[in-house]
Structure formats: C-alpha cells, structure tokens
Nanobody, 122 residues
C-alpha cells in the first residue's frame, strides 16, 4: 500500500516563502513523474509544476520564476519551494506521483497526497 504525506503549508504574508514536501512510502518499485497541483476556492485543480526522473521540470506560467520543484529519488520525495508568494497563490496544494508497485506492472498509477492549505495575506 502506497501513501503520500505532505508537509509544509500555512499562512504567509505577500512576498514571503514556503516550502512543501511530499514523501511516498510503502511498496514502491519506481516513481516516474512527480508533480504539484493546487485548487483555489471555486476553481478547478490545476497542475503547477512537474519533474521527471531525469529532473526535467515544467511550470505553469503563473508560478514560473517564483516556484521551484525538485525531487530526491532516494527518499521518494518531491519538494516545492515557493518564493515571492502572492495572494492569488492561496489554495489547497496537492502532490501527485505516478508509481509502479511491482516490476510486472506495465502502467503506473496516480497517487495523491492529502491537501495542504497555503494562504497568502496581502
């Protein structure tokens, strides 16, 4: 059984920084894509950053230049460093990983961490 646990988040003033972590545990054979999503009130969940096993990263335009995603594959952990936070970054943040639990598994499954609230005050 695979579990993703998110830490970090909280309340910060505009211009401040926060760091989120998401660690996977359990029966894991391999993790391909890791990513962070967020969902603001009344809006759909959106992807904001992803990182591959080769550490290639992608970012949503809204966070490019301010957020940095990174991964520690040895620890099955993904991080999101958020700098110069703005009130519009206020949302519940989720991590996502595509995980194979056995070498025989052809396609990876999506796993989600619990959401963590990030609130940026103006």
């Amino acid at each position: 059984q695979v579990q993703l646990v998110v830490s970090g988040g909280g309340l910060v003033q505009s211009g401040g920084s926060l760091r989120l972590s998401c660690a996977a545990s359990g029966s894991i054979w391999s993790i391909s894509l890791m990513g962070w999503y967020r969902q603001a009130p009344g809006k759909q969940r959106e992807v904001i950053a992803t990182v591959t096993t080769g550490t290639t990263t992608t970012y949503a335009d809204s966070v490019k230049g301010r957020f940095t995603i990174s991964r520690d594959s040895a620890k099955n952990t993904v991080y999101l460093q958020m700098n110069n936070l703005k009130p519009e970054d206020t949302a519940v943040y989720y991590c996502n990983m595509r995980i194979r639990v056995a070498i025989s598994q052809r396609d990876a499954d999506d796993y989600w961490g619990q959401g963590t609230q990030v609130t940026v005050s103006s």
